[in-house]
């Protein structure tokens, strides 16, 4: 590893090392969000995409309980408890993630019918902003990848409007440009206002995206 005139650092192709790997080692070793993480003490870089989203449509201040869904390693967690430091806060990964000061953290899949329970017994009550970060490991094949996705966003959506309490806000990473049609008429028909977002902090070249739905309109049991 070397420094360059121009301040960017160059990594050499150790023998084991893959250019794939030395590729993501010199994005991350000259990446300014990387380095402002380090500096500030957030555990990902991740943690700006919800400080930029929040910044444009202000969904963090005052929330009261949060679902973070895939957690690890605690970037995001971390902004909401400096943005509202009393909040019950709740996630879960299927990784092991070190201690959060305030954060509830359950090594569990997502996936497994026992999780919402779970989640909402550890929260205490219902939610007032969910926000899912989860992406499936990919296996190289476009379509699978995209469809293991898709579902993750789908089942957190159906988690969020079963626990929301009205007026709660959801957060998606959502992936190729957005939610699918059927899943933004189902955010729609449940919230006031549904965005699609790519904060500055997403890599240009990924096919990340966010949807922010803002304004849950309640479920039919809380209105009768
Ligand atoms: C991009 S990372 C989250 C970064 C995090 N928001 C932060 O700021 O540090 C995505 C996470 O989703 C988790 N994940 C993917 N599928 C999951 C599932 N079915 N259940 C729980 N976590 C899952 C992965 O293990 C991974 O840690």
Redesign the pocket.
Do not use: E
């Given at each position: 590893m070397r420094g360059t005139g121009s301040g960017r650092t160059r990594v050499k192709t150790a023998r084991k090392r893959t250019a794939q790997s030395t590729r993501w080692l010199e994005r991350q070793l000259n990446d300014p969000y990387v380095k402002r993480a380090k500096a500030e003490g957030y555990?990902?870089r991740?943690?700006y995409k919800?400080l930029e989203l929040d910044e444009k449509f202000a969904f963090l201040k005052g929330v009261k309980r949060v679902v973070?869904?895939?957690?690890?390693?605690?970037?995001?967690?971390q902004v909401v408890r400096k943005a509202a430091p009393k909040a019950a806060v709740v996630g879960?990964?299927?990784?092991p993630v070190d201690p959060i000061d305030g954060v509830t953290i359950l090594l569990?899949?997502?996936?497994d019918d026992a999780?919402p329970d779970r989640l909402i017994e550890e929260l205490g009550g219902a939610p007032d902003l969910v926000m899912s970060?989860?992406?499936?490991?990919t296996v190289g094949h476009p379509q699978t990848d995209a469809l293991r996705t898709m579902a993750?966003v789908e089942t957190a959506l159906a988690f969020a409007i079963d626990v929301l309490q009205p007026g709660g806000t959801f957060v998606s990473?959502v992936f190729a440009g957005g939610a699918d049609s059927a899943l933004v008429a189902e955010m729609k028909r449940n919230f006031a206002t549904v965005k699609h977002a790519k904060p500055p902090a997403s890599r240009k070249g990924s096919v990340e995206w966010f949807v922010v739905a803002q304004g849950f309109k309640g479920r039919s049991s809380d209105q009768a």
């Open positions: 555990r990902s991740a943690a919800l973070d869904l895939g957690l690890a390693p605690g970037g995001w967690a879960i990964d299927l990784l569990m899949d997502f996936m999780a970060d989860m992406a499936a490991n993750l990473k």
